[in-house]
C-alpha cells in the first residue's frame, strides 16, 4: 500500500465530558509522533458552538469541522488515518472514503467500546459523539448527516468491541441486523475478518475508538468500560482485516490524558495501533507483527496488561447528561 497521509482534527466539541478539551492535548501527544512531512491539521475552531435547534450540542462547530476536514481529504493522498479528538472528528474521513469507492464496497468496522448509535431523539445527552455512526448512517441533522454517495449502508457496518449501548442503540442494532463482534470473538482474528465478509465489500474503513481497549491497557479515555480488548487482539485484528481487504482509511481518536507523563505512558500502546494500520503488508501478518512492534517501541514497551471478556454488550447508557458547560 502507498505511504498513509495523516490528517490531525483536534476536535473536543462533540464530546461529552466535562474533560473534553484534554482530546486536543491527545491529538497533539500522537501528532508528536507522526512523520511531519506526511501530516496535517485542521484548524478546530476554539469556540464551543451552539445547537442551533438541531439537538446536537455544539452543532454550529462541529459541521464547520466536517466542512474543513472534508476539503483537507479531498487533496490527500489515500489511504488518510485521521487522528482526533472525539468521534465525531472522524466524520468526514468516513464519508470522504464510502464515497470514493463503488457502492457497498466499503465495510466500516467501528472499533468502539459504544455504539455511537444514538439519534437526536435517543440520545440522553445530545453529544454527538454518541451518534456519529447514526449520522454517518443518513439520520441527523443536514451538515452533519451522511447523504447521497457518502451515505453508509447499514448492512456495510461492523461493530467491533462494543459492549455498552443505551436502551435505544441495543433495539436500533437488533432491528437493523447489524453485525456485531463481541470483545470474546477477539481471541480469533478471522471473526472480523468473516464479518466483514459478509457484508460483500472488498475494503475496509477502520475507525479505533481507544476505549475499545480493556482499561487496564490504557488510561487516557474518557468513558473506560471493563472486559475490553487487549492491545495485541487490537492489533492482530486490523493486521488481519488489512490482510485480507484494501485499506480505505482509518482513524483512532479519544486519546483525553491527564497530562503529558500520562500521555507518554499510553503512547506506545497508540503508536502499535498506528502501526497496525500503517505498515507495509509485505510477507503477510507476521512481518506486519514485527513491524508494529517496532512502531510502538519507539515511545517505550507496550502498557501490556491483560484483557478480560464477556459474551456481549451490556445494555448501560454512558451518555446520561449533558457536558458541564451546557447544563
Not at 7 to 19: E, F, K, M, N, T
Not at 50 to 72: D, I, K, N, Q
Request: hydrophobic share 45%; glycine share 12%; net charge negative.
Amino acid at each position: 500500500m502507498s505511504p498513509a497521509s495523516f490528517l490531525v482534527v483536534p476536535q473536543w466539541q462533540g464530546s461529552g465530558s466535562s474533560r473534553a478539551m484534554r482530546l486536543i492535548d491527545g491529538a497533539e501527544a500522537i501528532c508528536g509522533d507522526l512523520p511531519a512531512n506526511a501530516t496535517h491539521s485542521v484548524a478546530v475552531p476554539a469556540a464551543a458552538g451552539e445547537a442551533l435547534g438541531t439537538g446536537v450540542l455544539r452543532f454550529s462547530s462541529l459541521s464547520l469541522v466536517r466542512e474543513l476536514a472534508a476539503a483537507e481529504l479531498a487533496v490527500l493522498e489515500a489511504p488518510v488515518v485521521t487522528i482526533g479528538g472525539d468521534c465525531g472528528a472522524d466524520l468526514a474521513g468516513v464519508q470522504h472514503a464510502v464515497e470514493s469507492h463503488p457502492a457497498g464496497s466499503v465495510a466500516v468496522v467501528w472499533f468502539d467500546a459504544h455504539g455511537d448509535l444514538n439519534n437526536v431523539s435517543t440520545s440522553p445527552s445530545g453529544a454527538f459523539h454518541g451518534m456519529v455512526v447514526r449520522a454517518l448512517l443518513g439520520d441527523g441533522p443536514d451538515g452533519l448527516a451522511a447523504t447521497g454517495a457518502a451515505r453508509l449502508h447499514h448492512e456495510q457496518l461492523v461493530l467491533a468491541g462494543v459492549r455498552a449501548l443505551d436502551d435505544g442503540e441495543s433495539a436500533f442494532v437488533e432491528r437493523m441486523g447489524i453485525r456485531v463482534v463481541a470483545p470474546g470473538e477477539f481471541e480469533d482474528p478471522q471473526a472480523l475478518v468473516r464479518a466483514v465478509e459478509a457484508t460483500g465489500a472488498d475494503a475496509v474503513y477502520l475507525h479505533v475508538d481507544l476505549d475499545v481497549l480493556d482499561p487496564a491497557a490504557i488510561d487516557g479515555i474518557g468513558f473506560p468500560e471493563p472486559f475490553g480488548v487487549s492491545p495485541e487482539q487490537l492489533t492482530d485484528a486490523i493486521r488481519a482485516l488489512r490482510s485480507r481487504f484494501e485499506l480505505a482509511g482509518a482513524a483512532v481518536t479519544e486519546f483525553a490524558p491527564e497530562s503529558p507523563e500520562a500521555a507518554g505512558h499510553d503512547l506506545s500502546v497508540i503508536l502499535r495501533v498506528l502501526g497496525s494500520l500503517t505498515a507495509p503488508l509485505k510477507n503477510g501478518t507476521a512481518e506486519a507483527q514485527a513491524a508494529g512492534s517496532a512502531a510502538g517501541s519507539a515511545v517505550g514497551n507496550s502498557a501490556g496488561g491483560g484483557s478480560s471478556t464477556e459474551p456481549g454488550p451490556r445494555h448501560l447508557s454512558t451518555d446520561t447528561a449533558p457536558p458541564d458547560d451546557v447544563r
